[in-house]
C-alpha cells in the first residue's frame, strides 16, 4: 500500500504541474507527443541513469577517502548536480538537433527544460517518498516527504532544467556564431549552478532551519523564473501582432480573428470550442514565428514553403471561426 501511495504522490502532482507548463504555452503549443517522450525520457533515463552514477560515485569518493561524510557532500553537491543535469539537457538537445523547427522561442527552451526535469523528479519523489519517508519513519515520514517533495521543492527540477533549454533556445534565435556555441554551455552551467547551490545551501544550516530558509530561497528564484515566463508569453504576442497583420491585409484573417488571436485567455480556452476553433489559433501561432524565423534566418530548411502550407491551411480554416 505504502509504495502504491508513494507511486501516486511521485507522479500525479508531476503530471499535473506538467499540465500547467504545457497550459503555459499559449501561442504556439509543443507537439503533445514530443513533449511526452521529454517527460518520459525524465522519468526513465535520466532518473535511472541518474540514480545508477550517482550511486556509482558515491561508493568511488567514500573508497577513495574512508569518510561517509565526504561521499555524501561530493555526491549531493558536486556529483549529482552535474549528472542530472547533463542528463536531463541531453533530452532538451535532442529536440533541439533532431526537432529544430519545433524550438522556436525562449519559451519554447523553458516548456522543454521544464517537461523532462518533471519527469525526472517524478521518479525521484517515489524513491524518496518511499525509501526516505516510508522505510525510515513509517507513514508519519511519508506524508512528511510527500509535503516536502511537492508542495515545498516540487518545482525545483523544472527551475534548474529551465536554465538548459534556456540556452539552447538563445543558441537558436540566434545568427552570432559564437553566441550559437557557448549559450547551450552557459544555461548548463547555470542549471548545475543553482541545482547545488540548492543541495548545499539547506544541508550546511541544517534541520527545519535549514529547510525553511532553502524554501524561501527556492519560491524566490521560482517566482522570478514565472514572472520571466510571463513576461515571454507576452513577448509571443508581440510576434503574432506583428507578423499577423499582413494575413488581415490579405483576407485571410478577419481583423476580429485577428484581435482573438493575440488573447491569451482565447487562445487558452480554444480547444473547449472544437478541433477547428482550436487548430486555427494553433496555425495562427505557427504561421507567426515561422515568419519571424524567416525574417532572422532565411529560408532554413524550407521555412517559406511550410509558411506557405500554414497560409493554405489557416484559409481553408478560417471560415469555420466565428
Not at 532538451?92 to 523532462?116: C, K, N, Q, T
Not at 548545499?200 to 527556492?218: C, H, K, N, P, W
Not at 513576461?231 to 503574432?240: A, N
Not at 473547449?272 to 514565428?289: D, I, K, P, Y
Amino acid at each position: 500500500m505504502a509504495l502504491i501511495v508513494s507511486l501516486f504522490f511521485g507522479f500525479v502532482p508531476m503530471f499535473l504541474f506538467a499540465a500547467f507548463v504545457y497550459w503555459l504555452d499559449r501561442y504556439e503549443k509543443e507537439p503533445k507527443a514530443l513533449l511526452g517522450a521529454a517527460f518520459f525520457w525524465g522519468v526513465i533515463i535520466a532518473a535511472g541513469g541518474a540514480f545508477i552514477i550517482n550511486t556509482a560515485f558515491g561508493i568511488g569518493i567514500y573508497l577513495f577517502t574512508g569518510s561517509e561524510g565526504a561521499s555524501e557532500f561530493g555526491t549531493t553537491s558536486i556529483v549529482a548536480p552535474i549528472v542530472e543535469e547533463f542528463l536531463k539537457g541531453l533530452a532538451v538537445m535532442i529536440v533541439f538537433f533532431l526537432f529544430r523547427r519545433e524550438f522556436d522561442s525562449i519559451l519554447d527552451g523553458i516548456i522543454y527544460g521544464g517537461i523532462v526535469a518533471l519527469g525526472f523528479a517524478a521518479t525521484e519523489n517515489v524513491l524518496y517518498i518511499y525509501d526516505r519517508g516510508f522505510n525510515e519513519s513509517g507513514w508519519v515520514g511519508l506524508w512528511t516527504l510527500v509535503f516536502v517533495r511537492v508542495i515545498l521543492v516540487g518545482w525545483q527540477h523544472p527551475f534548474y532544467t529551465a536554465f538548459t533549454g534556456i540556452g539552447f533556445a538563445v543558441s537558436r534565435t540566434n545568427r552570432n556564431i559564437l553566441i550559437k556555441l557557448l549559450a547551450p554551455l552557459a544555461g548548463f552551467a547555470v542549471a548545475v549552478t543553482t541545482h547545488s547551490f540548492h543541495n548545499t545551501f539547506g544541508g550546511l544550516i541544517g534541520g527545519l532551519e535549514g529547510l525553511a530558509i532553502g524554501t524561501m530561497v527556492d519560491w524566490f528564484g521560482w517566482s522570478i523564473m514565472f514572472v520571466f515566463i510571463i513576461w515571454m508569453i507576452f513577448h509571443e504576442r508581440s510576434i503574432l501582432k506583428k507578423h499577423l497583420v499582413e494575413e488581415v491585409s490579405a483576407g485571410l484573417i478577419s481583423p476580429a480573428q485577428y484581435q482573438r488571436a493575440l488573447s491569451p485567455w482565447t487562445v487558452s480556452f480554444a480547444p473547449l470550442r472544437g478541433r477547428a476553433t482550436s487548430r486555427f489559433f494553433q496555425v495562427c501561432g505557427e504561421l507567426a514565428h515561422k515568419k519571424n524565423q524567416f525574417t532572422r534566418h532565411g529560408d532554413e530548411r524550407g521555412n517559406a514553403a511550410i509558411i506557405e502550407g500554414l497560409r493554405r491551411e489557416l484559409a481553408a480554416l478560417a471560415p469555420q471561426v466565428r
